[in-house]
């Protein structure tokens, strides 16, 4: 077992200029969610080189791919890319780093194919993590219907293999009042941007009984047209996060709540569009947890301070709700530097990122090869899946 994991961590190490490389062009050229044709082909081409038999275009998502690398009959393992970039803020979320990293970990056991147990290493391509639900589709179009095991990781301050992600939904609240000069007969309006005022100030109360591992946040996202208008329409956007569905749609209830109150108090009429994909609470695998803390371990590296509050959601907790899933945080930026921010997108293309990239790479690597040896671990992760 050490001699493949040996071969396994000098394979990633003799692929690392080229990982680098890819991880930087996809950096320097991002692409929004459903936009990403030039990650998903330079992935898919790299893998194709490496001996996966890559499909394009998956689930009738065209940037969606799946490169999969068969040695004999024995469980599917799934290593997931991410690779969409931010609005303005490019590659702020380091997804550049999550699809190196997880192209990198196929091309090393693809290195060791003669060795490897029997069983199947698929590398699949996730688009539109950042808001699109991309790998909702995935799972409607059936790709994890087959898959033992899912894993992925992404970048973050620090070493964590496992944080909470919540249950996210989205609403759009449309205010409709009646335009009037804002001077002259300001009586005769109906002030759809003072609804989205209040519905604000009614979620801002709101917070204050609100649980500590909630949240609620939205924009303005229309507020009207001028000054000098009383504003006929506007639009407020709001996100609502909860540690389990159920939390999760009280509180929806509670801020659409607002937004029809805030109707009724200003005479606008209000149109709630939600948002058709949820993303759901990560699903927590003790048992996939030990088999990365194992290779954690083994190769020097600890995980670093908890941070319990530092809630984000993603569309992994689908597939965690579908499949045995682990999805680690690894650091590739300085201890303190902030998701979504410059500062982040400026640390996923420094030299400091490879590092993380690599070791990425090995700990999926790795730990796919624990999964694919050891059915008693494997049959424990999916015990515990189906237990809870
Ligand atoms: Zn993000
Ligand atoms: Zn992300």
């Given at each position: 077992m ?16 080229d ?5 930087r ?16 082909g330079w ?6 080189v490496?001996?996966f ?13 799946r490169?999969?690398?068969?040695t ?5 393992i ?12 490019g590659?702020?979320c380091?997804?550049?780093i ?8 196929g091309?090393?056991?693809?290195a060791?194919?003669?060795k ?13 993590e950042e808001?699109?639900?991309g ?13 033992d ?15 909470d992600?919540?249950?996210?939904t ?17 009586w005769?309006?109906?002030n759809?941007?003072?609804a989205?005022v ?6 801002s109360?709101?917070r ?6 909630c949240?609620?946040?939205g924009?303005?996202?229309d ?12 639009v407020?956007d709001?996100n609502?996060r ?9 509180l ?7 937004a029809?109150?805030?109707?009724v ?6 149109t ?9 609470p990560?699903?927590?695998?003790q ?9 954690l ?5 600890g ?5 319990p ?5 993603s569309?992994i ?6 499949t045995?899933?682990?999805h ?16 982040f ?13 690599l ?30």
């Amino acid at each position: 077992m050490s001699a493949i994991k040996d071969l396994i961590g000098q394979a990633v190490d003799r692929l690392a200029d080229d990982l680098e490389s890819i991880s930087r062009k996809i950096h320097d050229n991002p692409e929004l969610a459903y936009q990403e044709v030039k990650a998903a082909g330079w992935l898919a081409d790299f893998l194709s080189v490496q001996g996966f038999k890559v499909e394009r275009g998956v689930a009738g998502v065209e940037t969606a791919f799946r490169a999969t690398l068969d040695t004999g009959s024995g469980p599917t393992i799934a290593i997931l890319c991410e690779y969409d970039a931010l609005p303005a803020i490019g590659h702020a979320c380091g997804h550049n780093i999550i699809a190196t990293s997880g192209a990198g970990a196929g091309a090393a056991l693809a290195a060791v194919r003669d060795k490897l147990p029997g069983g199947r290493i698929q590398v699949i391509g996730t688009p539109a993590e950042e808001g699109g639900g991309g790998k909702i589709r995935l799972i409607k179009g059936g790709v994890f219907q087959t898959v033992d095991a899912a894993m992925m990781i992404h970048g973050f301050d620090r070493w964590i293999l496992h944080q909470d992600l919540l249950g996210i939904t989205r609403a759009s609240f449309e205010f409709r009042g009646k335009a009037a000069h804002a001077s002259a007969d300001p009586w005769e309006g109906v002030n759809a941007l003072d609804a989205c005022v209040q519905t604000f100030n009614a979620v801002s109360m709101l917070r204050q009984q609100m649980r500590p591992d909630c949240r609620i946040h939205g924009v303005v996202a229309d507020g009207g047209a001028a000054a000098n208008i009383i504003p006929e329409r506007a639009v407020a956007d709001f996100n609502v996060r909860g540690p389990s569905l159920a939390s999760m749609w009280a509180l929806y209830r509670r801020v659409v709540a607002c937004a029809e109150a805030a109707a009724v108090a200003t005479g606008a009429r209000l149109t709630v569009t939600q948002h058709r994909d949820v993303y759901e609470p990560l699903k927590r695998n003790q048992a996939l947890l030990d088999v990365f803390a194992d290779n954690l371990g083994a190769a020097g590296l600890g995980e670093g301070p908890p941070a319990p509050d530092r809630l984000a959601s993603s569309d992994i907790g689908n597939v965690s709700q579908v499949t045995p899933t682990i999805h680690a945080w690894i650091a590739i930026a300085p201890l303190g530097t902030a998701i979504h921010t410059r500062e982040f997108a400026a640390a996923a293309a420094a030299p400091g990122a490879r590092a993380g990239l690599l070791a990425g790479a090995k700990l999926m690597a790795l730990s796919a090869v624990d999964l694919l040896a050891d059915p008693a671990r494997l049959a424990a992760m999916k015990e515990e899946f189906r237990g809870r």
